[in-house]
């Protein structure tokens, strides 16, 4: 991958194709953890990979049946006592076959994940880079069930274990008797479908603490909609009801939803955040590049080929097209209009081609990271975080936002 100045190049992979959806994984396209994919131009802080012992006990393991892991940094000076936990994203599997595929992969096993990882972006450990939480404990919950930490299920016959559920338990646990809880801040973010288990177990984080505690919860890029695809079907959809399904996510969502909606409805935030007691701050790009890819033009709604270039590239989208994803920012900022009503609650929304702004150190907190007005990601999200200041920004739509870091695939 290379950068051409606000443009990001990257090879377009497909992890598999079933049941006519790609199981398209944008985690895994925007963070193979190579230096250039963080915009990172040092070295990083690289941070140890700890396995949770205890959590085969309590039935806490991957897909695979090994055991989960998280990655720790621990805090110093003003943020002894202030904890950030980052779950990781890595898209869903939805049917027996692509969770055989994915239990043979660090999304499902953690005998396949790195022993090391990158901290950037919200996780560095330097103020020019993270200022608001450089000095915080910061955690990176690794993701290995494939229903964004939420089933509670297993299928013997192809030797499954559906636990996420069972695996945030087991961490909020074990980061608890490590010290979170004598925290007095606390932050819980999630990037992509972390962004969606943050907002699912947002509440349930805030209990584990007095309420003298600060709590709050971050998701980024988890706004994921109900939205049609091209040829008017709704694929994503389609997957999350076979990942409800299959993964017993059902017993695990919010009753303030499911006793009015059907259960793959309630997988999907926008029928989720306005239910959240706790503080919650919401990081999306309005042309998010996962949906464009996977959810709104994948190639099985595309059969002709008409939106091959543009869902990689929206340098190449016709003038419907651009029409068509303006829809799809609208329907997003109405799905927001009850949520940004609260004072509580706060957002980033940008006019941009790109998915997890969080993570990546260019677009996070860099001399050169998006804007709206006069504030990037870093400082909006702290300033909501501290009380320092308006919380909400949303831009205006394509083309007007000269300061994304667009992503381009090839």
Avoid at 45 to 55: D, K, N, Q, R
Avoid at 125 to 148: H, M, Q, T
Avoid at 363 to 372: E, K, L, V, Y
Wanted: glycine residues 10%.
């Amino acid at each position: 991958m290379k950068r051409l100045g606000s443009v990001m190049f990257m090879a377009l992979v497909f992890m598999n194709w079933a049941n006519g959806y790609e199981d398209l994984n944008m985690t895994e396209l925007l963070y193979s953890y190579r230096d250039a994919e963080y915009g990172i131009s040092g070295r990083p802080l690289m941070v140890g990979l700890t396995l949770i012992y205890g959590a085969a006990a309590k039935g806490a393991v991957c897909l695979d049946g090994s055991l989960p892991g998280y990655h720790l940094h621990q805090g110093y000076g003003s943020g002894a006592n202030s904890w950030l936990i980052q779950l990781e994203g890595g898209g869903w599997c939805d049917t027996i076959r692509n969770c055989v595929y994915r239990k043979k992969t660090r999304r499902g096993s953690s005998t396949y994940m790195e022993r090391q990882i990158p901290f950037t972006g919200i996780l560095s450990n330097k103020a020019a880079e993270n200022p608001d939480f450089f000095n915080w404990n910061r955690v990176k919950i690794r993701y290995c069930d494939g229903a964004s930490f939420s089933g509670d299920s297993q299928n013997q016959a192809a030797q499954l274990y559906f636990r996420g559920q069972r695996i945030w338990s087991a961490a909020m646990e074990e980061l608890m008797s490590k010290g979170m809880r004598y925290a007095n801040q606390a932050l819980l973010s999630g990037c992509s479908a972390g962004g969606v288990a943050s907002i699912m177990h947002c509440d349930e984080f805030r209990n584990l603490f007095s309420g003298y505690t600060r709590v709050k919860c971050l998701s980024d890029g988890g706004m994921f909609l109900d939205a049609m695809d091209v040829s008017g079907r709704r694929t994503l959809r389609r997957l999350f009801r076979g990942v409800v399904s299959l993964q017993g996510v059902q017993k695990n969502l919010p009753g303030s939803c499911t006793n009015h909606l059907n259960p793959t409805l309630c997988f999907f935030p926008q029928h989720l955040i306005g239910a959240v007691e706790t503080p919650l701050f919401l990081v999306n790009a309005a042309y998010d590049t996962w949906q464009v890819l996977a959810s709104l033009a994948p190639p099985s709604a595309d059969p002709r080929g008409y939106w091959s270039q543009c869902r990689k590239n929206h340098a190449y989208c016709t003038a419907p097209q651009i029409n068509f994803l303006q829809d799809f920012r609208y329907q997003m900022l109405r799905a927001l209009t009850s949520f940004s009503r609260s004072s509580k609650n706060g957002l980033f929304i940008n006019s941009c081609f790109s998915h997890c702004q969080t993570e990546r150190q260019d677009t996070w907190f860099a001399p050169q990271s998006p804007h709206i007005g006069n504030k990037g990601i870093a400082q909006s999200v702290g300033n909501w975080y501290f009380n320092r200041g308006g919380a909400k920004a949303i831009d205006c739509p394509y083309p007007c936002d000269n300061s994304c870091h667009n992503l381009v695939f090839r």
